[in-house]
């Protein structure tokens, strides 16, 4: 929790930044980048938590992966590797991401159904909770077929479970008491 904060702190300052030097989408991209890299593969993440490796070895692999990064993401990048704090790049990358959608208005929502819904039924479900959500929805689908039916809807810290396998679970919870 301590690191997300972290990461949080230095996402913000490096929004702020970019706004400053009005570029919010080009840094945007690179961390995008930076954190699909993060996910994918395994050993830039081993690279980042290690102690064996100084940071100017790091700082200059991180030159040659991410060349293509605006001077103002390397800057950042840099900052981050000489104050020893390279582990949490992809928490920081993740984490502008979803500032920078909070500063748009953009609320990411995930829809997990049993199956795919069809577009009525989406467009209805989407609708009763952009109603209660100020700017837009950024929907996200999933299929989870030990839902049996109905549906999850999961936006920030909330979820509502609107599935018939919680309701089985509520019901035989009620019956065994």
């Known amino acids: 929790m301590k690191s997300t904060k972290v990461a949080a702190r230095y996402?913000?300052?490096l929004l702020e930044l970019a706004t400053e030097h009005n570029k919010v989408e080009?840094?945007?991209?690179?961390?995008?980048?930076?954190?699909h890299v993060n996910t994918e593969v395994a050993d830039f993440a081993i690279l980042l938590n290690s102690p064996?490796?100084?940071?100017?070895?790091?700082?200059?692999?991180f030159k040659e992966l991410?060349?293509?990064?605006?001077?103002?993401?390397?800057?950042?990048?840099?900052?981050?590797?000489?104050?020893?704090?390279?582990?949490?790049?992809?928490?920081?990358?993740?984490?502008y991401e979803a500032q920078l959608k909070q500063s748009k208005g953009i609320t990411p929502v995930t829809l997990i159904?049993?199956?795919?819904?069809?577009?009525?039924?989406?467009k209805d479900i989407v609708g009763k909770v952009q109603a209660s959500v100020k700017g837009t929805l950024e929907v996200t689908e999933e299929i989870d077929e030990s839902l049996i039916g109905g549906f999850i809807i999961r936006m920030d810290?909330?979820?509502?479970d609107a599935s018939v396998s919680s309701q089985l679970a509520s019901l035989e919870q009620t019956l065994t008491r």
């Open 113 to 122: 159904s049993a199956v795919k819904l069809n577009e009525q039924t989406k």
């Open 26 to 35: 080009r840094i945007a991209d690179d961390m995008r980048q930076l954190a």
């Open 157 to 160: 810290d909330k979820q509502i």
């Open 66 to 95: 991410f060349g293509s990064f605006d001077q103002l993401s390397m800057m950042f990048i840099e900052l981050i590797t000489k104050n020893r704090r390279e582990n949490l790049l992809g928490e920081i990358a993740n984490s």
């Open 11 to 13: 996402a913000k300052a």
């Open 52 to 61: 064996v490796i100084n940071s100017h070895k790091k700082m200059n692999i």
